[in-house]
């Protein structure tokens, strides 16, 4: 399995981000993160009402919950942004995206060996402990897309 770096935390920006590599190419990499069957296979089970921007649903996460989730741009096939209502720190889940969630966008390049793959996670100011949310997400980020290294280079 390709050995990928941690994500990096910006509190000034309060970001988190993750690049890694998977040695696979584009295509692969973007139906892994962008259509609901493959993303099930590695992140949490996903149900989109649809593929483009605005389509809603969630990720259920096994022993966590359900986390509302929506489209809300995609540059096929470079980037797909994200909005979820994942404040770890909260203690509850919310049923609806709110004014506190937070926005994740993956871009991906293709590169000699396959593909990068960034993640950036942005808003974490507006959740109700910006610190505490940004470390679990870093976490969060680390152990889901080594899953999908894992995954996408037959390791799973």
């Not at 605005?54 to 909005?83: H, K, N």
């Amino acid at each position: 399995m390709t050995d990928n770096q941690a994500s990096v935390v910006d509190e000034a920006a309060y970001t988190v981000r993750r690049t890694i590599r998977i040695a696979a190419p584009v295509e692969t990499v973007w139906q892994a993160v962008t259509e609901p069957a493959h993303i099930s296979r590695w992140f949490g089970r996903t149900e989109l009402d649809g593929a483009g921007p605005g389509a809603r649903g969630s990720i259920t996460f096994e022993g966590y919950g359900r986390v509302p989730l929506a489209i809300e741009a995609v540059d096929a096939p470079r980037s797909i942004t994200y909005r979820w209502g994942n404040d770890d720190a909260l203690g509850t889940l919310r049923d609806e995206l709110d004014e506190h969630a937070t926005v994740f966008t993956f871009t991906l390049e293709s590169v000699d060996d396959g593909t990068e793959l960034t993640v950036v996670e942005t808003g974490f100011d507006r959740t109700s402990d910006p610190v505490r949310n940004m470390g679990e997400h870093a976490e969060g980020w680390v152990s889901e897309l080594d899953k999908l290294v894992a995954l996408l280079e037959g390791d799973a």
